[in-house]
C-alpha cells in the first residue's frame, strides 16, 4: 500500500516522497487513520504544526484510542511549549497503552522541561527498562543525571547512547557538554567537532564549540564558531552574547558593542 511505502521511503530518508505517498493513501481512503498519523509526524519535525495538528486530530478522531495521535498531539504541545497539555495527552497515551515506550520517553522529556528531575530520570530508566537499545531515551537519562548533578552517571548513560548509534550528533554535543563541564576541555572540543561534521547545520553545537574553544583560550576560532552559530541562527541570543565575550577578549571593543546591540 502506499502507507507502508511512505514507510519505507522515510526509514530511507526519503521524507518528502514519503509523505506524497501518506497523501496519496489518504486521498484513496479518507479514513485511514494510520496515514494521518505517519503524515503527521514528519510535518512536526519540519516545524508545520497547524499541518500536524489538523492531521492528529483528524486520526483522534477516527480512532479516539490512537496511541499515535495521543504522542503526535503531545509532541506539538511539546513545541510550543504548552507543557500541561502536552502532559495530559502523554497520560493518556500511557493508559492506552501502559509498556509504550515512545510514550516514557516523551513523559521524560515533558517532566525534564518542568523541572521535575527525579520524576524524569524514572520516566526514562523505565523506558530503557522496556527498550535497551533505545539510543534517544539513554541519551535523555543522561541529560537528566547532568541535569541533577550527577556527571559520571550522565557520561556513563550518554556514552551507552553512543554505543548503540556511534553517529547521534546529540548526543555527541551532550557528551562534550559534560566534559566541559568536568574541565576535559580538549575532549569537549573533539565531541563537538564530531557532533558538527555530523551535522554541521546545527547552531547550538557551535555555540558549544566556541565556549569550548574559549575556555582553552583559542579566542580568535571560539569567535568563529559563534559567528557560524549567528550564520545558521540568527535569532540565537547566546551566540551573539558570546560572541561579544570574545570579541572584548580580543579587544574589539567596538564591535563587541555592536554585537550586544544586536
Known amino acids: 500500500t502506499f502507507n507502508n511505502l511512505g514507510n519505507a521511503l522515510k526509514e530511507l ?34 516545524g508545520r504544526l497547524d499541518e500536524a495538528r489538523e492531521l492528529a486530530q483528524r486520526a483522534l478522531h477516527l480512532q479516539p484510542d490512537s496511541l499515535e495521535a495521543h504522542i503526535n498531539l503531545s509532541n506539538i504541545h511539546i513545541e510550543q511549549n504548552r507543557l500541561e497539555e502536552a502532559y495530559a495527552l502523554i497520560q493518556q497515551a500511557l493508559r492506552i497503552q501502559p509498556d509504550s515506550v515512545e510514550s516514557h520517553v516523551i513523559l521524560g522529556n515533558i517532566l525534564i522541561a518542568q523541572d521535575r528531575i527525579e520524576e524524569s530520570i524514572a520516566s526514562f530508566q523505565k523506558a530503557v527498562a522496556l527498550n535497551p537499545r533505545h539510543f534517544k531515551a539513554y541519551n535523555n537519562l543522561g541529560l537528566a543525571f547532568k541535569r541533577r548533578g550527577n556527571l559520571e552517571e550522565a557520561q556513563e548513560a550518554i556514552e551507552h547512547a553512543l554505543r548503540l548509534k556511534p553517529d547521534f550528533a546529540e548526543a555527541l554535543c551532550n557528551l562534550g557538554n ?62 551573539y552574547s558570546n560572541l561579544g565575550s570574545a570579541l572584548r577578549i580580543q579587544g574589539k571593543l567596538e564591535a563587541a558593542e555592536t554585537t550586544a546591540k544586536e
Do not use: C
Open 13 to 46: 530518508g526519503a521524507v518528502d516522497p514519503a509523505m506524497e505517498n501518506y497523501r496519496h493513501a489518504i486521498k484513496l481512503n479518507p479514513d485511514f487513520t494510520a496515514a494521518y498519523n505517519n503524515l503527521a509526524i514528519p510535518l512536526i519535525e519540519q
Open 178 to 239: 559534560i566534559y566541559y563541564a568536568q574541565g576535559h576541555i580538549k575532549l569537549a572540543i573533539e565531541k563537538h567537532q564530531q557532533a558538527i561534521h555530523l551535522k554541521p547545520d546545527d547552531a547550538d553545537a557551535h555555540i558549544y564549540l566556541g565556549n569550548a574553544l574559549l575556555e582553552q583560550g583559542d579566542v580568535m576560532k571560539a569567535a568563529e564558531s559563534y559567528k557560524q552559530a549567528i550564520a545558521l541562527n540568527p535569532g540565537s541570543a547566546s551566540a
